[in-house]
Protein backbone atom coordinates (compact mmCIF):
# COMPACT_ATOMS: atom_id res chain seq x y z
CA UNK A 1 0.00 0.00 0.00
CA UNK A 2 1.27 3.42 -1.05
CA UNK A 3 1.59 6.14 1.30
CA UNK A 4 1.39 9.91 0.38
CA UNK A 5 2.16 12.91 2.27
CA UNK A 6 1.08 16.37 2.09
CA UNK A 7 3.35 19.33 2.50
CA UNK A 8 1.87 22.93 2.46
CA UNK A 9 3.20 26.14 4.31
CA UNK A 10 1.18 29.58 4.25
CA UNK A 11 2.10 32.26 6.04
CA UNK A 12 4.79 30.75 8.39
CA UNK A 13 2.30 27.61 9.10
CA UNK A 14 3.12 23.84 8.27
CA UNK A 15 0.94 21.53 7.87
CA UNK A 16 1.70 17.81 6.96
CA UNK A 17 -0.81 14.91 6.19
CA UNK A 18 -1.21 11.18 5.55
CA UNK A 19 -3.04 9.26 3.18
CA UNK A 20 -3.50 6.14 1.39
CA UNK A 21 -6.12 7.11 -1.23
CA UNK A 22 -4.33 8.72 -4.46
CA UNK A 23 -7.70 10.72 -5.07
CA UNK A 24 -8.14 12.05 -1.71
CA UNK A 25 -4.62 13.24 -1.58
CA UNK A 26 -4.82 14.83 -4.90
CA UNK A 27 -8.29 16.38 -3.40
CA UNK A 28 -6.95 17.50 -0.17
CA UNK A 29 -3.74 19.09 -2.08
CA UNK A 30 -5.63 21.06 -4.75
CA UNK A 31 -7.49 22.56 -2.04
CA UNK A 32 -5.01 23.57 -0.45
CA UNK A 33 -2.91 25.27 -3.09
CA UNK A 34 -6.16 26.93 -4.81
CA UNK A 35 -6.79 28.86 -1.06
CA UNK A 36 -2.93 30.15 -0.89
CA UNK A 37 -0.31 27.45 0.53
CA UNK A 38 2.85 26.18 -0.86
CA UNK A 39 1.78 22.80 -1.91
CA UNK A 40 3.80 19.62 -2.55
CA UNK A 41 2.85 15.46 -2.59
CA UNK A 42 5.50 13.31 -1.17
CA UNK A 43 5.04 8.96 -1.99
CA UNK A 44 6.75 6.53 0.20
CA UNK A 45 9.56 6.45 -2.32
CA UNK A 46 10.49 10.11 -1.78
CA UNK A 47 8.97 11.03 -4.68
CA UNK A 48 8.17 14.70 -4.46
CA UNK A 49 5.05 15.97 -6.61
CA UNK A 50 4.02 19.63 -6.99
CA UNK A 51 0.87 21.66 -7.99
CA UNK A 52 1.69 21.03 -11.91
CA UNK A 53 2.32 16.75 -11.28
CA UNK A 54 -0.99 16.06 -8.77
CA UNK A 55 -1.99 14.42 -11.71
CA UNK A 56 0.30 12.11 -11.47
CA UNK A 57 -0.39 10.84 -8.69
CA UNK A 58 -3.88 9.40 -9.58
CA UNK A 59 -1.78 6.73 -11.63
CA UNK A 60 -1.01 4.72 -8.18
CA UNK A 61 -4.50 4.08 -8.23
CA UNK A 62 -3.96 1.53 -10.52
CA UNK A 63 -4.22 -1.99 -8.98
CA UNK A 64 -1.63 -3.97 -9.09
CA UNK A 65 -2.11 -7.78 -10.90
CA UNK A 66 -2.75 -10.43 -9.58
CA UNK A 67 0.25 -12.96 -9.40
CA UNK A 68 -0.17 -16.52 -9.09
Known amino acids: MELFTIHASKDG ?12 TVAKANTLH ?5 VHI ?3 DGRRYGPTRFNEVLS ?4 SPIKF
Do not use: A, H
Not at 13 to 20: A, G, I, K, L, P
Not at 34 to 38: N, S, V
Open 13 to 24: DWVETQDTSPTL
Open 34 to 38: KTGWD
Open 42 to 44: TDS
Open 60 to 63: FNRK
